[in-house]
């Protein structure tokens, strides 16, 4: 009986387990009467990448297997960051590419990866899938520097492994070269010669398309800052992107597997360590919330940093944390017209343009001044 693909006016897990018992039977012919359970669809807004975990049992040898899996599932509406390439319109597409190659090196602890579906006819959107890491991952809301079991439950032991952990993690990525990773698709020259300055045309551009006409005076005067002050001879490498403990699963307060490659870029790799510290600053100064005992400061994390990847951060670290909170705040303009959309903001309550991001980044380019 065919199995009709899941919309998103269709979100009962019975309808994606069907089409997840089929897809999966076709990508893995080798595994005898397999049978996909325990479909388990977490709430989502649909702006971002939806994520549904599932079981699977086959029959193995004399008795059955079974394993966890997480689908990755593109938004109605694309990802939020901006396209590096034409390669990169599907952020699924995208994500499971750098994923498997970063996978493939086992330098950095990532999922097991499994199979792309480009064929939006399957689960009413493009998606990937992979195995399920066992660990805990940080709340982005209550932050995790406010609530959650960095607060309640981890020692201040607890918690300076983790952020090392963290840190070590992405200067292993960084000493990866993308040309042994077959990443060069990502360069937005398409010439081999990707540089930062193109990633500052391609904010202003995203920036120009996104706000339509509207004024954001602290965009425009952050894009114009970062021109101004770009740090010469910074290195280009990989960019995993969205650098931050809450894109990490933990084993045991250490880092089990790096995720959310949407943002990835060939960009100076600084552009990660910067955007760390930006979410370390907006978790702790900006909420008001004290420093857990245990946390590294900002500078010691750019110091662990620094000693991973074997060199100092290209220029100041504040020029990395405003490029960061610049990133940040043009993505929250697309986000919230996205809310305003689906009618969970209006025109007059639209957080596009003011928003705790774009405070946050006019008090890092009123510091910088």
């Known amino acids: 009986m065919a199995t009709e693909?899941?919309?998103?006016?269709?979100?009962?897990?019975?309808?994606?387990?069907?089409?997840?018992?089929?897809?999966?039977?076709?990508?893995?012919?080798?595994?005898?009467?397999?049978?996909?359970?325990?479909?388990?669809?977490?709430?989502?807004?649909?702006?971002?990448?939806?994520?549904?975990?599932?079981?699977?049992?086959?029959?193995?040898?004399?008795?059955?297997?079974?394993?966890?899996?997480?689908?990755?599932?593109?938004?109605?509406?694309?990802?939020?960051?901006?396209?590096?390439?034409?390669?990169?319109?599907?952020?699924?597409?995208?994500?499971h590419r750098i994923m498997s190659a970063i996978a493939a090196s086992g330098v950095v602890p990532m999922p097991p990866m499994g199979a792309y579906e480009p064929d939006a006819s399957v689960l009413g959107s493009p998606f990937f899938a992979m195995g399920f890491v066992e660990g805990r991952v940080p709340a982005d809301w209550p932050r995790y520097s406010v609530e959650g079991f960095l607060v309640d439950e981890a020692t201040p032991a607890e918690r300076e492994r983790m952020v090392t952990s963290g840190l070590d993690a992405m200067a292993a990525l960084h000493r990866l070269d993308p040309a042994t990773l077959d990443l060069g698709w990502l360069d937005p020259s398409g010439r081999g010669r990707p540089t930062f300055a193109m990633q500052l045309d391609l904010y202003r551009d995203y920036c120009a398309r996104e706000l339509a006409g509207r004024p954001h005076p602290v965009m425009t005067r952050a894009l114009d800052w970062l021109e101004t002050y770009e740090p010469k001879g910074a290195p280009m490498g990989l960019s995993w992107g969205d650098a931050r403990l809450g894109n990490m699963i933990w084993q045991d307060y250490r880092c089990a597997a790096v995720c959310d490659w949407e943002a990835c870029a060939l960009s100076p790799p600084d552009a990660d360590i910067g955007w760390w510290v930006m979410f370390d600053r907006m978790s702790f100064d900006d909420l008001g919330a004290p420093r857990l005992a245990g946390f590294p400061t900002r500078e010691q994390m750019v110091a662990r940093w620094e000693e991973g990847v074997g060199r100092k951060v290209a220029g100041d670290i504040l020029y990395w944390e405003i490029f960061g909170a610049m990133r940040f705040c043009a993505i929250m303009i697309k986000l919230s017209d996205r809310f305003l959309r689906a009618g969970m903001q209006t025109p007059e309550t639209s957080t596009a343009v003011d928003n705790p991001v774009t405070q946050a980044l006019s008090r890092l380019l009123d510091a910088a001044d």
Do not use: Y
């Open 5 to 95: 693909a899941p919309t998103k006016a269709v979100r009962d897990p019975e309808s994606f387990r069907g089409a997840l018992d089929a897809w999966m039977r076709r990508v893995h012919p080798d595994r005898a009467g397999l049978r996909v359970h325990d479909v388990d669809m977490p709430r989502s807004t649909g702006f971002s990448n939806e994520t549904v975990f599932f079981r699977a049992t086959w029959r193995e040898g004399a008795g059955e297997r079974t394993e966890r899996f997480v689908a990755r599932i593109e938004p109605r509406d694309g990802g939020l960051f901006p396209e590096q390439t034409p390669a990169c319109a599907v952020s699924v597409g995208v994500q």
